[in-house]
């Protein structure tokens, strides 16, 4: 590297240590401590990725490269956009507070840019990875012409690699040709409780080679490779590569003397490994010995830039946890914080005056000109704004199906997707799909038939090129539509965070839907939760669910997931009985995944339907009777909203059957033998406990605040029932997911579902053994109604 950018890259990586720890000192001892609040330390984690951070973000990153920076980082990454001028002094003030800078990049919480948000460990890293097979998707089909190809950049604790989703997506990046991806792993030896374990970086060397990575182990600094150059270098080259990390850690914290007593007891010569020994200063020695790779701007710039292919590449760079810090290397300085006393020697060393902690190039000893010259020509920030944006696809007014008699939602799933896959339209053309390896079996077969796999290179379907007759045409090509993945949840989900993140990271909109076994959620929930959280856009349709998928039995059958729809913030969960009610949904859906409005809610539902999400769609293989009927606007709407009265209640309605899902037959049926002996029974068709609770509380919240007239759906619906009537909901699922609506009016309520796990059996015997068939409908109405008993009463088994 020139000479020319060391001086001001030095400079700023000072500052950069210097306001991470000031930061999170001012957020604990000067702010938090005012109200009784300890937020941790971090300032150590922080300070391990100083240099490479510095490095990258000033040296080394261009605009269209994105990064996921390790969690504990985050002051780091805003200290750095302060000083390109992205970030404020007021968030670094409040950081962690109400509104600040957040305690982990957040893309959505932070207004400095983050690429990828981070926190639970492993997530960002593989997020990376999708994100350029994204890319490469994104090119492969001409989309973004005008756009350089970006590296997609993650910056991992080496703990972090403890995490199995990696080696996931590892797998899945060596199966479609990875490129572009680079992952810096900071290399400190350290956990949050612990030392790492011996020699470990040769195993992820290894394996990072297997996948067909480029390694870069960046272990010493110009100062130790100069060093052992000496006379008696090669002495303590050894030493240092035998040191246990341990030991290594240890002299670390201690410092200079420590370091001179154990390096002379242990290989001291009287002769030249003395000598280079004994010409240094204890400050001199301590600075030599913690030179490593990861902290040295030269080492780590070069080795950046003389990467010259678009292969992955891991850089192991060795650093010191805490380096630069009083706290460095100690065992548990995780969430160690300096002390006041710690901090002000700090300030002092780094001469910044009292009173101007936050002044950009306080203290550096390159003026503030150059400084302000140099960065403004950093090439990371040489383009301003690095968000996309892209235009909404428009959506068709209907989705069409061939309908039939009776048919279950999946097969309806993969019928409406074929009748899309045969338009001849950009919102065809956008779709893209992906399974792990569950793509026949939850009928997504019928759209890949016609779209095809997506590969960078052709490879055609040797069944069919053999001319073996098979239903499925598995041909890849450059142009296909669908992403195969393997069986690991997790990877589907960070795909989908990945691809339904493309409008904003690539700049192209693409609507992204993933397929999985309902029960399989639970297996990458935490990846779903995270793609959430990053506002990330795609359908997901779960199926089969429940324990209507019978004969598989208890680990296969999903009892939570409801529960998930609700609960989970960013999707909006749907479970539809009908498929006239699925295309009315998905139809719905591909505009909702699209939408980027403000948080304020529709005043009709206070659902905040401008704001956007995905959508979670958990269907089912039981084929059912179809109703008969004209998609009406008003049922649409109401089919959107969460619920319509399939059977609209009479004045004197002492009884309402509520449903979702597939048990639809057995409300239907309890209703029609209650109606014998019960006036004006009522059937209310459920198709999304999540929305509907979604804007009855909103309403609560809206009417506490003043507005007295909200009203949510599902108030509106009940509101002509009186409050002598009671209710029974049923659901193939927790049945927790509508117990609630008991509450919205004061209705006494018996909610039936499904709370243990399954047996294998037919729907029937399940149906009874868990008690959400018709008989044990029929006795639930019979312990909310009043007045006359209900008839047709078996004894339940
Ligand atoms: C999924 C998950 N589990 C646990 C944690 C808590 N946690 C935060 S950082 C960390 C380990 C830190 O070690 P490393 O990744 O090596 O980073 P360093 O602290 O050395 O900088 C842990 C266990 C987390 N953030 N996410
Ligand atoms: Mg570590």
Redesign the pocket.
């Known amino acids: 590297m020139t000479d020319r950018r060391l001086a001001p890259l030095s400079a700023l990586e000072q500052k950069v240590l210097w306001l991470a720890s000031w930061t999170i000192h001012n957020a604990n001892h000067l702010r938090a401590s005012a109200d009784g609040l300890k937020v941790g330390g971090?300032q150590?984690?922080?300070a391990?990725?100083a240099t490479i951070m510095t490095a990258l973000y000033f040296a080394v990153l261009r605009p269209e490269d994105r990064v996921a920076v390790?969690?504990?980082?985050s002051p780091n990454f805003h200290a750095i956009q302060y000083l390109l001028g992205n970030q404020s002094r007021a968030k670094l003030e409040t950081f962690r507070g109400y509104k600040g800078a957040q305690s982990?990049p957040s893309r959505t919480k932070d207004g400095d840019d983050v690429d990828f948000s981070t926190?639970?460990?492993?997530?960002g890293v593989a997020q990376t990875l999708f994100s350029s097979l994204v890319q490469d998707y994104v090119k492969a089909h001409g989309w973004a012409k005008d756009q350089p190809e970006g590296r997609m950049v993650a910056l991992?604790?080496?703990?972090?690699?403890d995490?199995g989703n990696i080696y996931e997506a590892l797998i899945e990046g060596w199966k479609h040709g990875l490129r572009n991806t680079w992952w810096v792993v900071?290399y400190?030896r350290?956990?949050?409780?612990a030392v790492?374990r011996e020699g470990l970086w040769q195993r992820f060397e290894a394996m990072f080679r297997n996948f067909g990575w480029d390694v870069v182990i960046l272990k010493y600094g110009k100062l130790l490779e100069a060093a052992f150059a000496e006379p008696g270098g090669t002495r303590l080259r050894d030493w240092i590569d035998t040191c246990p990390n341990q030991l290594y850690s240890a002299l670390c914290f201690q410092g200079g003397a420590a370091w001179r007593k154990r390096l002379i007891d242990d290989i001291g010569d009287q002769g030249p490994v003395s000598r280079l020994i004994d010409s240094r200063s204890d400050e001199e020695l301590a600075r030599l010995m913690t030179n490593l790779g990861g902290h040295d701007l030269a080492t780590l710039v070069e080795a950046f830039e003389q990467i010259d292919h678009d292969r992955p590449v891991c850089f192991i760079a060795y650093t010191i946890?805490g380096f630069g810090l009083p706290l460095q290397g100690h065992k548990d300085n995780?969430a160690g914080l300096m002390t006041p006393a710690q901090m002000d020697s700090l300030r002092q060393a780094m001469k910044i005056r009292s009173g101007h902690e936050w002044d950009r190039f306080e203290g550096l000893p390159v003026a503030a000109d150059k400084l302000e010259a140099f960065l403004a020509k950093v090439p990371f920030a040489a383009r301003g704004v690095r968000r996309h944006a892209a235009p909404k696809i428009a959506v068709p007014e209907t989705l069409a199906w061939p309908a039939q008699a009776a048919m279950s939602t999946q097969q309806g799933f993969g019928l409406i997707l074929n009748e899309i896959a045969r338009l001849d339209t950009r919102f065809a053309d956008r779709i893209v799909t992906t399974s792990p390896d569950v793509t026949v079996s939850t009928n997504l077969g019928a759209f890949v038939n016609r779209r095809g796999l997506f590969a960078r290179e052709s490879l055609a379907d040797t069944f069919r090129q053999e001319r073996i007759p098979s239903t499925f045409n598995w041909d890849f090509s450059p142009k296909g539509q669908h992403i195969e993945l393997g069986i690991a949840e997790m990877n589907l989900f960070i795909m989908l965070s990945a691809l339904g993140l493309s409008h904003s990271i690539h700049g192209e909109r693409l609507l992204p839907i993933g397929t999985l076994y309902d029960p399989f959620i639970q297996r990458g929930l935490?990846a779903l939760n995270y793609a959430c959280y990053q506002d990330a856009r795609f359908i997901l349709a779960a199926t089969p669910s429940g324990v209507t998928l019978a004969p598989e039995g208890g680990a296969h059958q999903s009892i939570a997931t409801p529960l998930i729809g609700i609960a989970q913030d960013g999707i909006a969960a749907f479970e539809p009985a009908f498929v006239d009610e699925l295309a009315t949904i998905m139809r719905f859906g591909f505009d909702y995944i699209q939408r980027d409005g403000g948080d304020d809610p529709d005043e009709s539902t206070w659902l905040r339907d401008e704001t956007g999400g995905s959508i979670y769609l958990r269907l089912s293989t039981r084929t059912i009777d179809q109703p008969q009927r004209a998609m009406t606007p008003e049922l649409a709407r109401d089919i959107v909203n969460g619920a319509y009265w399939m059977r609209r209640p009479g004045p004197n309605c002492q009884v309402v059957i509520a449903y979702t899902g597939t048990v639809a037959p057995e409300a239907i049926a309890a209703a029609g033998l209650l109606s014998e002996t019960h006036r004006d029974v009522g059937v209310l068709a459920i198709t999304s406990a999540d929305r509907l609770n979604a804007g009855w509380t909103a309403a609560e919240r809206a009417r506490q605040r003043g507005i007295h007239t909200a009203m949510s759906h599902i108030e509106r619906l009940i509101a002509p029932l009186s409050r002598e009537c009671g209710f029974v909901t049923v659901i193939d699922g927790h049945p927790a997911t509508l117990a609630w609506i008991g509450s919205v009016h004061g209705h006494r309520l018996k909610s039936l579902g499904v709370e243990h796990f399954g047996q294998t059996g037919t729907i029937g015997d399940l149906y009874r053994h868990f008690g959400i068939d018709t008989n044990a409908i029929l006795h639930a109405a019979q312990a909310v109604v009043a007045g006359r008993p209900v008839r047709y009463l078996a004894a339940l088994p």
């Open positions: 971090h150590a984690s922080s391990s990725l390790k969690p504990h980082a982990y926190g639970s460990v492993g997530l991992i604790g080496d703990a972090e690699m995490e900071d400190n350290q956990s949050l409780d790492i946890k995780h935490d």
